[in-house]
Each structure stands twice: as C-alpha cells, then as structure tokens.
C-alpha cells in the first residue's frame, strides 16, 4: 500500500523537528513523490548526510511503503 502524503510529512517532521516539509505527487499515483525540506539541522552537513538523515526517518520503509521520493534539502 503506497504512503500519504501526510504520513510522509509526518515520518519527517517527527525525525527532523525544525523542518519546513513540501511535498509533491510526481506521477499522481501516491507511489512517486518529490520532497522538499528545509533545516537548521542540515547545516554543516555534505548532501549526503542531509539525505541519509531524511532517508533514516522512515525507518526501512522505503522501497516498500514508499517506493520512490526524490530529494532537496536546504539547510537554513
């Protein structure tokens, strides 16, 4: 079963506390998503580690639950 929108917002927000979240529906079939995050926690850190911090939020549920989320982090 593919993951909401919400439930992907609030996977994040519960991770990364000081986010901002935007998130998209590339495709319209809640599989593919696009997800914009904006942190003070981000600063400092290479993009990796800023991606690898969104992508530990979902703790192993992607490629299951979520299949695709395309990524941008802004660090504030």
């Keep these: 079963m593919p993951m909401s929108e919400e439930k992907i ?34 600063a400092g850190k290479s993009r990796v580690e800023q991606h690898k911090m969104v992508y530990d939020a979902f703790k192993g549920k992607m490629g299951s639950e979520l299949h695709a989320l395309k990524l941008k982090t802004i660090p504030e």
Aim: no cysteine; glycine share 6%; hydrophobic share 35%.
């Design 9 to 42: 917002k609030k996977f994040i927000a519960d991770a990364i506390p000081d986010s901002t979240v935007i998130i998209e529906d590339l495709k319209g079939d809640g599989d593919h998503y696009s997800a914009t995050i904006r942190s003070k926690s981000f």
